[in-house]
């Protein structure tokens, strides 16, 4: 690690302010990544803007007309454990438990959640090309060992997918990213947050320069009722996910009134398709729709040889969780999930 400066900033313009004012500074919060990045010697910043204390970034709060304010350096713990969180909105509670270890959810910050970098092993040691590290030299992940990689989305440059648990229940449940930066304040909708690799696979989502994110709003619609979420992954614990399913129902009698269903382990995002959920609607909740809709969801996917089985479980991983939505006491602690 290269010698740096240490500074806090005293509210959000300030800290806007002062990543601006050099490209080799930059906002830290609960470190969890940066530091990980720092280590590898992907990132070398000169210079740190502390932005845990700043109290706009903090608390979670009610709002107006319904929905819930998820202040961007509150630590994911704390997210996933607030009652009204764990009441209202029990998908995002459960995404969030199931992400790294608990010694990482008390660190980490809702904000930082969202700005992880990929997991890919050839991102993280700069003795290899990478296209995301280092445009224009190569992607030996598509001719490589590509176990975790992309099915879906992928491009010619880049097959990485993003590694967060949170963000997957955050893109089904139609979050919203409120983000400050040097012109001003903006709301960017979840699903035009992050984005595919394309040709610029250095970009992992829409943020402009020196943007800061200051909190994320849940809209009034939690779906408590019919909810899952599922991660299939090498390790019970501490491992990102080969595939996980955020399924979010609405339901009359066993008739589907709104399905919102979304992928974490599959792409450079968050994977949504209108296509399926639109489907959904008016239909019976079967094993039978539920699997319809999980080939609507996979069209196009594509395995790069280590990966090709995630075609398949992510296909059995759909219909599961879309079953376990029809029993949420299934989510409890201790529960044995549907067969
Ligand atoms: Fe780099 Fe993306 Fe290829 Fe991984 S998949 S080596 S991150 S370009």
């Known amino acids: 690690m290269n010698n740096f ?29 940066l530091i990980d990045l720092w280590k590898y010697n992907i990132t070398h910043p000169a210079e740190l803007i502390d932005i845990n204390h700043l109290i706009e970034l903090s608390g979670i709060l009610e709002m107006e007309g319904g929905g819930l304010r998820l202040g961007a350096a509150v630590k994911n713990a704390d997210t996933a454990y607030h009652p009204v969180v764990e009441q209202k909105y029990p998908l995002l509670s459960k995404a969030i438990l199931a992400g790294a270890s608990a010694q990482i959810r008390n660190m980490a910050t809702n904000g930082g959640n969202l700005l992880q970098r990929t997991r890919c092993y050839y991102f993280y040691d700069p003795e290899v090309p990478c296209n995301k590290r280092n445009p224009g030299s190569g992607c030996p992940a598509k001719d490589g060992y590509n176990r ?27 979050a919203m990213v409120n983000v400050s930066g040097p012109e001003g304040t903006r709301a960017i909708p979840f699903k035009e947050f992050h984005r595919l690799p394309g040709d610029r696979p250095d970009l992992d989502n829409n943020l402009k320069e020196n943007e800061l994110i200051t909190s994320v709003d849940l809209p009034e619609k939690g779906f408590n009722k019919n909810y899952s979420y599922l991660k299939l992954r090498d390790r019970h614990s501490y491992a990102f996910a080969l595939v996980s399913v955020a399924t979010a129902l609405e339901l009359d009698g066993t008739i589907i009134r709104e399905a919102r269903i979304a992928l974490g382990g ?5 994977w949504r398709s209108v296509e399926a959920e639109k489907f959904l609607e008016g239909k019976t909740a079967t094993a039978e729709n539920f699997s319809m809709a999980a080939d609507l969801i996979l069209q196009g996917a594509k395995g790069f ?20 939505a029809l029993r949420p006491e299934t989510q409890l602690p201790g529960a044995q999930p549907a067969a």
């Open 266 to 270: 599959v792409a450079h995002q968050p």
């Open 148 to 174: 975790m990689h992309a099915i879906l989305g992928t491009s010619e440059q880049c097959i990485a997918v993003f590694p967060s648990d949170m963000c997957v229940a955050l893109a089904a449940l139609n």
């Open 5 to 33: 400066e240490y500074k806090q900033a005293s509210n959000i313009k300030d800290a806007v302010s002062q990543v601006a004012a050099s490209e080799h500074t930059t906002f830290i919060a609960g470190g969890t990544n």
């Open 305 to 324: 040889g280590d990966n090709d089985f995630k075609i398949q479980l992510a296909k059995k991983a759909i219909i599961r969780n879309c079953l376990m």
